[in-house]
Nanobody, 122 residues
Framework: EVQLVESGGGLVQAGGSLRLSCAAS????????IAWFRQAPGKEREGVSC????????HYADSVKGRFTISSDNAKNMVYLQMNSLKPEDTAVYYC???????????????WGQGTQVTVSS
């Protein structure tokens, strides 16, 4: 059974940091790109960052460049999102997702986690 499980969300003050984790199982991790998406109330789900497992290339939305860092631990089938200098507009439910290639759109993604809430207070 394919599973993606996010953890690490919470409440943080503006300027603070959080690290999200995504644990993957049930599929060949090395064959997939893993992305982080987020969805705020009343807004569409948007791509935040993606890492291509084949060569560890990374991609970021303009809104998070320089603040967020995506990384992976091959041995543990884990992907992380280090979020620094958090802003209230980063508040959303964050999801990890898997696809055969990186995309900042939701279309290519076959597998999704259940999401973890990130709330940034001003």
């Amino acid at each position: 059974e394919v599973q993606l499980v996010e953890s690490g969300g919470g409440l943080v003050q503006a300027g603070g940091s959080l690290r999200l984790s995504c644990a993957a199982s049930g599929f060949t991790f090395d064959d997939y790109a893993i992305a982080w998406f987020r969805q705020a109330p009343g807004k569409e789900r948007e791509g935040v960052s993606c890492i291509t497992r084949l060569d560890n290339s990374t991609h970021y939305a303009d809104s998070v460049k320089g603040r967020f860092t995506i990384s992976s631990d091959n041995a543990k089938n884990m992907v992380y999102l280090q979020m620094n200098s958090l802003k209230p507009e980063d508040t959303a439910v964050y999801y990890c997702a898997a696809a055969y290639y990186c995309s900042m759109g939701v279309g290519p993604y076959d597998y999704w986690g259940q999401g973890t809430q990130v709330t940034v207070s001003s």
